[in-house]
């Protein structure tokens, strides 16, 4: 799917590529399908995605990307990723590549939305609920339930809802917090697998 890029061997015996800026931007803020699809062509069997359990059960029972840093880079190195690649796409991946934390301020805004009975079919509409995600994904922490108080208040702010809403989207980031954790690890997962396809060639799981 992607052309190798030449790497600098670093100075050692068994030398390994240095990882490119660009990997780290293409693959911590392409589309979440995009990663797996790429993971899905990439991996020979289900069996290396196997090891991806322990990350994804640890995001589940601690709803923070944060704490399930360790756990996810230990997986990934499993699986078959380098471990300078791990442990800086997790690392980054954690504060910048958020796919869960987009979705669940989707979630938020079209429930208030729909509560409120306003129109977003138009472009323009369309344009601002996924800027006004963006924007309030940013201050979501990777802690449970991290910035999402900051990040609903931005949300009503920005709509134009009352602050009496506020209670509802709360009990709604709740909810959505463990599932959406779990999709910001496994993503993270996803792109350090894409990272070591542009590094190492499509044949990455061989090496």
Do not use: Q, Y
């Not at 589309?31 to 993971?39: F, W």
């Amino acid at each position: 799917m992607f052309p190798p890029l030449s790497a600098t061997p670093l100075a050692s015996t068994n030398p390994k590529p240095v990882i490119s800026l660009t990997s780290l931007i293409t693959c911590n803020f392409c589309p979440p399908a995009l990663a797996r699809t790429t993971v899905l062509v990439t991996s020979p069997s289900s069996s290396a995605l196997a090891a991806g359990w322990a990350a994804t059960a640890t995001a589940l029972g601690t709803c923070s990307s944060a704490a399930s840093i360790p756990v996810n880079i230990e997986c990934s190195k499993k699986i078959g990723v380098p471990e300078d690649v791990a442990e800086t796409a997790i690392t980054l991946g954690t504060s910048f590549h958020k796919d869960g934390s987009i979705i669940g301020s989707v979630f938020k805004i079209m429930f208030l939305v729909c509560l409120f009975g306003m129109n977003v079919s138009t472009g323009t509409g369309i344009l601002g609920v996924l800027a006004i995600a963006l924007i309030s994904t940013l201050l979501v922490t990777a802690v449970p339930i991290g910035g999402g108080t900051i990040s609903e208040m931005l949300i009503i702010t920005m709509l134009g809802c009352p602050t009496a809403a506020l209670p509802i989207l709360t009990i709604i980031a709740t909810i959505i917090d463990a599932p959406a954790t779990m999709l910001n690890v496994v993503g993270d997962t996803a792109s350090s697998m894409m990272i070591s396809k542009i590094v190492d060639g499509k044949n990455w799981l061989k090496k």
